[in-house]
């Protein structure tokens, strides 16, 4: 296999701000729950942006609607320990900066409302229909950001299936070649976080030190697009040059070890890997076995 090495800290995305890799936050057009990770990564993201009627999901949000500048941060037992990297915190800044899209599903009382805010969101009406609005998003967030910069799409993976496939195709067609050079793109669902590990060894943390625990045990690595032949480690079910792929042989519901901080996966062809986010007070944990 190759010797091309990733590294990868999806957990410090929803760690305190001082903590967290910048990165823009997309909100499409997917059932939202006010949950305390949604208001994490809406403080730690240096640009917040919504796919047309994703707009109408966060309005729909009463605290998000009622205290859209500087809301109090929420904060999480988890994610509380963080080591800080400055004398004094920014100024918390809660706007929306843009909404993407054709524009067919976005309210117009929703658009009124953003676009009356002291600093009015930038409304980008983009009629083509060769592209989805999740698309349309992506590309108007390159532009912005021709040096690079990850993505966490919010919502992703619920509602339709065909919705969440096409979700799941964006990860390869906006991640093209064999890098991450215009920054990655994490799908994040009430449930679980996705994204795409090129061909290469990849180690993931997946506990930072500090802290707790962001994500559950249950891992998922699935080759969508061609077979793959992996080799993992920090797993329960770890493989050495496993050949899956879709209607052969596909590592689901795996565990992470309990005292693994970091997963390594070696792959000879672009997979996606899912792991569960840690759920607390009774929340679904996502498990289906």
């Not at 059932?31 to 993201?45: F, G, I």
């Not at 799409?153 to 890098?179: E, I, T, W």
């Amino acid at each position: 296999m190759t010797s091309r090495i990733f590294e990868w800290h999806p957990a410090k995305l929803l760690q305190a701000k001082e903590c967290s890799p910048d990165f823009a936050l997309l909100v499409l057009n997917q059932p939202l729950k006010n949950s305390n990770d949604l208001r994490r990564l809406w403080n730690n993201a240096s640009l917040r942006v919504a796919a047309d009627g994703g707009a109408n999901r966060l309005h729909d949000l009463s605290s998000f609607r009622a205290k859209f500048v500087n809301f109090p941060l929420l904060i999480r037992r988890s994610l509380l320990w963080c080591p800080s990297t400055t004398s004094s915190n920014p100024t918390l800044q809660s706007n929306l900066q843009a909404i993407v899209g054709d524009l067919d599903s976005l309210a117009p009382s929703v658009k009124d409302f953003y676009c009356s805010q002291p600093t009015p969101t930038q409304v980008i009406h983009d009629p083509g229909q060769q592209s989805t609005d999740f698309g349309k998003a992506i590309e108007w967030i390159r532009q912005k950001h021709p040096e690079g910069l990850d993505i966490v799409a919010l919502g992703g993976l619920g509602g339709r299936v065909d919705q969440g496939l096409s979700q799941l195709h964006h990860l390869y067609v906006f991640q093209p070649g064999p890098d991450y050079s215009k920054g990655c793109i994490y799908l994040l669902s009430g449930s679980s976080l996705t994204f795409l590990l090129k061909t290469g060894k990849h180690r993931i943390q997946v506990r930072e030190d500090g802290e707790d625990g962001v994500f559950g045990k249950y891992v998922g690595i699935i080759p969508l697009q061609e077979p793959s032949f992996i080799s993992t480690k920090g797993l329960r079910w770890d493989v050495s040059n496993w050949e899956t792929k879709m209607g052969g042989q596909l590592s689901t519901s795996n565990h992470v070890q309990p005292d693994a901080k970091i997963v390594e996966v070696e792959t000879t062809s672009d997979v996606l890997f899912t792991i569960a986010l840690r759920r607390f007070d009774g929340e679904d944990d996502g498990r289906a076995e």
